[in-house]
């Protein structure tokens, strides 16, 4: 029943984003949920309840409908914001069920970019706040990304960080109640070998620990 109603969200805000003109038919948005086991720190089995957000733009309506060149703001993708505004419904109705006071959440945010080269320097006005060796996982590594306003960006490392900070800035400031759980936010980053605005974009996993 979950993944149909999910399903139903997802379509009903799909619907409306197309009759905005916010994205059209060559966006692709992903909603998934399943259930996993694990074993928790005293050893006991428990499971866990992931639900996916990802998205796919078509080649060629990816720099109109999604992050174009060196774009890094949320509102600025008309995709990653119909996919968190299908998040955000989600979260106030059917799933609020898995909001918990005091349980557990992982979330995993991955950011994107491609290859395209930075020339000079893209400024950044500190929108999301300045960061000094933060830690973030590149290709499943651990490493560690710096970006402040006097430095501004010049890698796409950078890009695809911010990309996933936005959505962070999203998830806290339109999903408040994730704010009674014991929420761990994780950003990836990931940058193709390949040129495309269709590799700039973003992926979030949910991860309620022990939900049932």
Known sequence: MDEIKLQEIKENIITQAKQQNTISD??????????ASEVDASGKKIMNYNITFTYEVEQGFSAKEDFGPGKYVTEQSGA??????IMKTAFEEEFAQYIRDGKKLRVKITGMADASPINGKIAYDGCYGEYNNEPVYKDNDLSNITVTRQ????????LAFLRAVGVKDYIT??????????????YYIEVTKEKGSEYRRI????????AF
């Open 151 to 158: 430095g501004g960006i010049t890698q796409n490392d950078q």
């Open 26 to 35: 060559h966006t692709k948005i992903s909603v998934n949920a399943d259930v």
């Open 173 to 186: 400031k339109n999903i408040p109640a994730f704010g009674q759980m014991q929420s761990d936010f994780t």
């Open 80 to 85: 990653a914001m119909s996919m968190l505004a």
């Open 203 to 210: 992926k979030v996993v949910f991860c309620f620990v022990d």
